[in-house]
């Protein structure tokens, strides 16, 4: 599947099969994709390529570690990789077409905004499980 930044200056490419995704209700990724909470897909590096607009990414790196990757044109968040675990994070709304793909997991729903109504589907964690675990949690073919 095939996925753009809002001005579609940057794009890529994500081979299958897709993984399920995740929605974190965190302060920080609240802040970072500007609503209720981010939904993102964490792929395999050696799935995910650029097609084109790498070198328009900018960073901007927390001291804790958490990282938002933006276009430097519009500001859309980019895919970015996962510190060293070889896997990609890729915001979802970044995604062109209509790929059927599924939210396994609600995360950090302990700090949720008040106003936010929790989907009902997929495991719900009061943070988050290891990052390991959520990984294989979002490859596993069965729910
Ligand atoms: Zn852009
Ligand atoms: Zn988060």
Redesign the pocket.
């Given at each position: 599947m095939k996925g753009s930044?809002?001005?579609?200056?940057?794009a890529f490419e994500i081979d299958g099969p897709y993984p399920k995704l995740y929605q974190c209700h965190c302060s920080l990724c609240r802040k970072q994709g500007g609503s209720v909470s981010n939904t993102g897909l964490i792929v395999a590096a050696d799935k995910f390529r650029w097609v084109t607009?790498e070198p328009?990414i900018s960073t901007w790196i927390r001291e804790t570690g958490f990282r938002s990757y933006f276009?430097s044109?519009?500001?859309?968040p980019v895919p970015n990789p996962l510190r060293d675990t070889g896997y990609i994070w890729v915001p979802s709304g970044l995604i062109d077409g209509d790929e059927s793909l599924e939210i396994a997991a609600q995360l950090y729903i302990d700090s949720k905004a008040p106003w936010d109504e929790l989907p009902s589907g997929g495991r719900h964690f009061e943070t988050a499980p290891g990052l390991t675990e959520l990984i294989a949690l979002l490859h596993s073919r069965s729910t």
């Open positions: 930044c809002l001005c579609g200056a940057i607009g328009l276009c044109r519009c500001g859309a």
